[in-house]
């Protein structure tokens, strides 16, 4: 288990979405608010990342790959559902290929509504995942002990 606290790794997904908390996000990530500062670094492969980030909704067309990423991370791991699209279906709701928000497709820790998602707040929902994914970790550590 590569797994560590001080140096959590995401991955982020844009949905079905307008764009605007995808752009929130990569601000995050930029200098002004520096989520690196937490020892979070981005990455585009899924077998590295603990924390999954997923924009937008969920629609027939990407629930697969928002499946398959999921699928491809190792446990212990975490989905923050940024914005209001991701977390409900958000605007896109009643669109005619919108299935909904991100738990229609694979199960959610943290929910970071606005629309759109301010960096502090997805900043804050990432540390709170970040200690979702410590008692995760704890609890795979136990089940190990115990086999
Ligand atoms: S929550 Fe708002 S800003 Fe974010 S993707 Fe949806 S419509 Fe765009």
């Not at 590569?2 to 140096?7: A, E, F, I, L």
């Not at 299935?99 to 606005?114: E, F, Q, S, T, W």
Request: charged share 25%; proline share 5%; hydrophobic share 40%.
């Amino acid at each position: 288990m590569g797994y560590s606290s001080k140096s959590p790794w995401l991955i982020h997904y844009d949905g079905s979405s307008c764009n605007g908390c995808d752009i929130e996000v990569l601000d995050s990530m930029m200098p002004l608010y520096d989520i690196e500062r937490f020892g979070i670094i981005n990455t585009g492969n899924p077998k590295h990342a603990d924390i999954f980030l997923v924009t937008g909704s969920v629609n027939h067309q990407n629930i697969s790959v928002v499946k398959e990423i999921y699928d491809q991370m190792l446990e212990p791991k975490v989905v923050v559902a940024c914005g209001i699209c991701a977390c409900t279906g958000g605007v896109f709701r009643d669109c005619y290929n919108v299935i909904g928000g991100v738990d229609k497709a694979i199960p959610v820790d943290v929910y970071a509504p606005g629309c759109a998602v301010r960096p502090e707040t997805i900043i804050d929902a990432v540390l709170k995942a970040v200690d979702i994914l410590d008692e995760k970790a704890k609890k795979l550590k136990a089940e190990k002990g115990r086999g």
